[in-house]
Structure formats: C-alpha cells, structure tokens
C-alpha cells in the first residue's frame, strides 16, 4: 500500500499517482510544511492506514530543521520504505531545504530521494507561471519519477 502526503505540489499530480497507484491514500494540504505532516503520519498510523510506501512531497511552502527531517523518518519507522521529493522553487529555501534532504537521507537505508530539481531543471513547460506549481506536463513526469521509486 502506498501513502502520499504533501503539499499543492502533491494536490497537482494526485490524478496521475492515482492512475498509477489505484489504492493510493494522499494526504495534501496547499500550503503544508514538514512540521506539520507529524500529526498526519501520527494519526494514519493510529489507524493503521499509513502505506508500506511513503510518499513525503513537503518543502515548497518553507524550510525545515534537520531534527524535524529525522523526527518524521523515524515516526515513520524503518520497516517502511520512504521516498522523499526535493524541491524546485524559486524562494531563498530551495537550497536549504534540498541540501537537508541529501544529507539526511543518505544516513536511512530504508529511505530514497527522488530528486526533483535535477529533472526538471530547464523545464519551463513543467511548470506555471507562477514557478511553483504544475502544468499537466510537469505533474505527468513528477508522478512518473515518483513512481519510479516506489516500484523500485
């Protein structure tokens, strides 16, 4: 089973993970920060809905400490395989938050990056014109990367 849980970003290509991934349970909230997905894994897994695979698209809307990173890895738990997404944004925390990201994951076997930014680097069409959001194109390949990790 698989579980997705982010931000507007993730709401973008919900359709294309559903196509994907049928049984696909996803929690997104525009606007959502890292801190705030603890009390979402919390609850999913108080009621034992929280997939085998995690999907965490979070870091668009800011930045994260490196404790909170390691709190929600843990939370998780390291009998599930977790797929993080770093993020392309135009925002003075892109960098923090994707530096985080491969710094901590690398130390979680059970726990892989999908690494966004190289991807779509170029890639005016993937996005809006806001440089946040998706277009059609960007969501179709975001999933299909994302995709990739879980099926792998």
Same mark, same amino acid.
């Given at each position: 089973?698989? +579980?997705?849980?982010?931000? !507007?970003?993730?709401?973008? %290509?919900?359709?294309?993970? /559903?196509?994907? &991934?049928?049984?696909? =349970?996803?929690?997104?909230?525009?606007?959502?920060?890292?801190?705030?997905?603890?009390?979402?894994?919390?609850?999913?897994?108080?009621?034992?809905?929280?997939?085998?695979?995690?999907?965490?698209?979070?870091?668009?809307?800011?930045?994260?400490? +490196?404790?909170?990173?390691? !709190?929600?890895?843990?939370? %998780?738990?390291?009998?599930? /395989?977790?797929? &993080?997404?770093?993020? =392309?944004?135009?925002?003075?925390?892109?960098?923090?938050?994707?530096?985080?990201?491969?710094?901590?994951?690398?130390?979680?076997?059970?726990?892989?990056?999908?690494?966004?930014?190289?991807?779509?680097?170029?890639?005016?069409?993937?996005?809006?014109?806001?440089?946040?959001?998706?277009?059609?194109?960007?969501?179709?390949?975001?999933?299909?990367?994302?995709?990739?990790?879980?099926?792998?």
């Amino acid at each position: 089973t698989v +579980t997705a849980i982010g931000d !507007s970003v993730m709401i973008d %290509i919900t359709p294309y993970l /559903k196509n994907t &991934f049928p049984d696909i =349970r996803i929690d997104a909230q525009i606007g959502r920060q890292l801190s705030k997905a603890i009390p979402v894994v919390e609850q999913l897994k108080n009621e034992g809905n929280l997939g085998n695979y995690v999907i965490i698209g979070l870091g668009t809307n800011g930045a994260f400490t +490196t404790e909170q990173l390691v !709190s929600l890895i843990k939370l %998780i738990g390291n009998e599930r /395989k977790i797929i &993080f997404i770093n993020t =392309r944004v135009p925002r003075p925390w892109e960098s923090i938050v994707n530096e985080r990201l491969k710094v901590t994951v690398t130390k979680y076997p059970n726990v892989t990056l999908v690494d966004w930014y190289a991807a779509s680097a170029g890639k005016k069409d993937y996005f809006a014109p806001d440089g946040v959001h998706l277009t059609n194109v960007g969501a179709e390949a975001y999933a299909v990367l994302v995709a990739k990790a879980v099926n792998q």
